[in-house]
Nanobody, 125 residues
Framework: RLVESGGGYVQTGGSLRLSCTAFPRAFDDGAMAWFRRAPGKEREFVAAIEWNAGQIYEDPVAKGRFTISSDNAKNTVYLQMNSLKVEDTAVYYC????????????????????WGQGTQVIVSS
């Protein structure tokens, strides 16, 4: 079971930190990812992190503003979001997979087996 928290309401330029804890962790290795679904749009990949090696893979939307990190001891993954924009408004989901690749991590929805319920982020202008 994956449980997200940390969503909320913030003004443009503000910051939020999302958390996702696995109860329990589904895989000894593998990766955790953040996806988001904005109103009227498909769910899209944001960033992923490998549990053991710490490899990170990010979508361009995340580069420079969002940072994914993990605390293995707590089975928790974080998404620090800075300089938020109105277009970041979405429901943010975390997901788990046992798949990792040499030079990148999975970014397609169908490669993730477990999903959280989502946490809403609203950015106002």
């Amino acid at each position: 079971r994956l449980v997200e928290s940390g969503g909320g309401y913030v003004q443009t330029g503000g910051s939020l930190r999302l958390s996702c804890t696995a109860f329990p962790r589904a895989f000894d290795d593998g990766a955790m990812a953040w996806f988001r679904r904005a109103p009227g749009k498909e769910r899209e990949f944001v960033a992923a992190i490998e549990w053991n090696a710490g490899q990170i893979y990010e979508d361009p939307v995340a580069k420079g503003r969002f940072t994914i990190s993990s605390d293995n001891a707590k089975n928790t993954v974080y998404l620090q979001m800075n300089s938020l924009k109105v277009e970041d408004t979405a429901v943010y989901y975390c997901a788990a997979t046992d798949r990792v690749y040499k030079d990148y991590l999975p970014w397609a929805l169908e490669e993730y087996y477990f999903w959280g319920q989502g946490t809403q982020v609203i950015v106002s202008s």
